[in-house]
C-alpha cells in the first residue's frame, strides 16, 4: 500500500511569493496532520483534520498560514505570502480511529521549504 | 510550555551495547506514549507505544518503559545496530475524548558506532 504521499519534495520560493504544499493522506485514514519541523521548535502540529473538517488549528502560526482538505484523499498548506522565517520541513502525516492504533500517525516524507 | 521533553539532543553508543533514552512529561493527564524513529530526508515511522496501564512493553529488540510517578519514560534499544541510528521522538496524545492531536519531544540523535 502506498503511505502518505506529499509533493513537492523541495521547494524554493522568494520572499512574497505563494507556496502550496500537497499532501495525499493513507486510504481510508479518516485523520490528517500538518506538522512543521524547525530546529529551534522541533516538531509543531499546525493543523488537523478529521473527516475533511478542521478541527484544531491553533498551531497555525498566522493568517498567512492556511489549509484545506477539499475532499479524503487530499490537503493543502498553503502560505501566502512567505517569509524566510517560514523556511522548515513540513509534514503530513495520517491516522485511522480503530483500536489501539488510533494514536498512530503515519507520516509523510515532508516538503523541505526554503525562503529566500 | 514543553510537556514532552527529551533532555539529551544526542547519545552515542557501541555496536552490541544498551542504548538508553530517556523522556520525561508534566502533563500527568497524558495516558498513552509513543516512540517514533526518524532517518534523515524521511518522515518520522512509529515504533513503539505503551499505555499507562502497563509499566513496560517489549517488541524484540525495543522495550518502552513507564514510570508514572516520576511521569518519565525511556526506551531501551539492546542490543544496538548501526541500522539503529536515527532521530528518536517520544510523543504523547491530549488525553479525553477523540482528541488525537500528538505532542512531540525534541527527539534525541541515537549514533550507533560499529
Known amino acids: 500500500d502506498a503511505g502518505v504521499i506529499q509533493s513537492p519534495r523541495h521547494e524554493v520560493t522568494e520572499m512574497g511569493q505563494e507556496v502550496t504544499l500537497r499532501c495525499k493522506p493513507i486510504s481510508g485514514h479518516d485523520y490528517l496532520f500538518w506538522y512543521r519541523q524547525t530546529m529551534m521548535r522541533g516538531l509543531e502540529l499546525l493543523i488537523y483534520?478529521?473527516?475533511?473538517?478542521?478541527?484544531?488549528d491553533s498551531g497555525m502560526p498566522e493568517d498567512r498560514f492556511s489549509a484545506k482538505m477539499p475532499n479524503a484523499s487530499f490537503s493543502t498548506l498553503k502560505i501566502q505570502p512567505s517569509e524566510p522565517r517560514d523556511s522548515a520541513v513540513y509534514f503530513c502525516?495520517?491516522?485511522?480511529?480503530?483500536?489501539?492504533?488510533?494514536?498512530?500517525?503515519?507520516f509523510g516524507p515532508g516538503t523541505r521549504l526554503t525562503v529566500t | 510550555d514543553q510537556q514532552v521533553k527529551q533532555n539529551s539532543p544526542s547519545l552515542s553508543v557501541q555496536e552490541g551495547r544498551i542504548s538508553i533514552l530517556n523522556c520525561d512529561y508534566t502533563n500527568s493527564m497524558f495516558d498513552y506514549f509513543l516512540w517514533y524513529k526518524k532517518y534523515p530526508a524521511e518522515g518520522p515511522t512509529f515504533l513503539i507505544s505503551?499505555?499507562?496501564?502497563?509499566d513496560k512493553n517489549e517488541d524484540g529488540r525495543f522495550t518502552v518503559f513507564l514510570n508514572k510517578s516520576a511521569k518519565h519514560l525511556s526506551l531501551h534499544i539492546v542490543p544496538s545496530q548501526p541500522g539503529d541510528s536515527a532521530v528518536y521522538f517520544c510523543?504523547?496524545?491530549?488525553?479525553?475524548?477523540?482528541?488525537?492531536?500528538?505532542?512531540f519531544g525534541k527527539g534525541t540523535l541515537l549514533t550507533v558506532n560499529p
Open positions: 510523543a504523547a496524545p491530549n488525553s479525553g475524548g477523540s482528541n488525537y492531536k500528538l505532542t
Open positions: 502525516a495520517s491516522s485511522s480511529r480503530s483500536g489501539w492504533g488510533a494514536y498512530e500517525q503515519y
Open positions: 505503551i499505555s499507562s496501564i502497563k
Open positions: 483534520f478529521n473527516n475533511n473538517v478542521p478541527i484544531d
